[in-house]
């Protein structure tokens, strides 16, 4: 039936948040459209209209890494992280889009959710992760800093005029 498919998707559990009954973190490797659905609307209610569409996200669920932070067997989203490889070095993996829902930020939900996507990265053999963040998004460069990441470079004007980036990055401990 087509809402038991929907229920079970994503499939993949990677972990569980520690201490917090029932998150869990998935790495989608299928979809149907109820689910890509609740997956753009999550990114557009986050970044709005910089938030990704179904052409931008089904290319990263096929090609790509797409993770979902999310209650087993509920629809609501509480986490969403996009990853690619990286072309020139294919030992890097880059940090697209991380985002905890509104109203649950600021419960350490950011920090484990980051912590079990970069142990299964880790997992699949790559040695560091690179992402761009805007200059003054103090919650989410506190978050990166916490995690291990360093600002390696500024780029102004990153994403056109007065989106100013630092660029961070995280080397793996082997
Ligand atoms: C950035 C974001 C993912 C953080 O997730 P979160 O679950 O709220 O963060 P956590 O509660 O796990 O916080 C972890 C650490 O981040 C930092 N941090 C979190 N919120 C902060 C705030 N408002 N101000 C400063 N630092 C903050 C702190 O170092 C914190 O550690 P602490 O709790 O020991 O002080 C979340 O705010 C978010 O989704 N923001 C909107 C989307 C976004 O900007 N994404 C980043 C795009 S590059």
Request: charged share 30%; no cysteine; proline share 2%.
């Amino acid at each position: 039936m087509q809402l038991d498919k929907v229920k079970n998707l994503p499939k993949k559990v990677v972990d569980s948040l520690e201490n917090i009954d029932g998150l869990t973190v998935f790495l989608v490797q299928d979809y149907n459209n109820q689910f890509l659905r609740r997956l753009v609307d999550f990114g557009e209610d986050i970044f709005g209209e910089l938030g990704m569409d179904e052409w931008g996200l089904v290319p990263q669920i096929r090609h790509g890494n797409v993770y979902v932070l999310k209650e087993e067997g509920k629809r609501n989203i509480s986490g969403l992280a996009i990853l690619m490889r990286d072309w020139e070095d294919s030992e890097k993996v880059y940090l697209f889009d991380f985002a905890i829902a509104d109203e649950l930020q600021g419960n350490r939900l950011g920090y484990h959710f980051l912590k079990i996507i970069i142990g299964n990265i880790k997992e699949q053999g790559f040695k560091r992760m690179s992402l761009t963040v805007d200059t003054e998004n103090e919650p989410a460069i506190g978050l990166y800093e916490k995690i291990g990441f360093k600002i390696t470079e500024t780029s102004m004007d990153e994403y056109g005029k007065s989106h100013d980036r630092y660029i961070m990055v995280m080397e793996f401990q082997e």
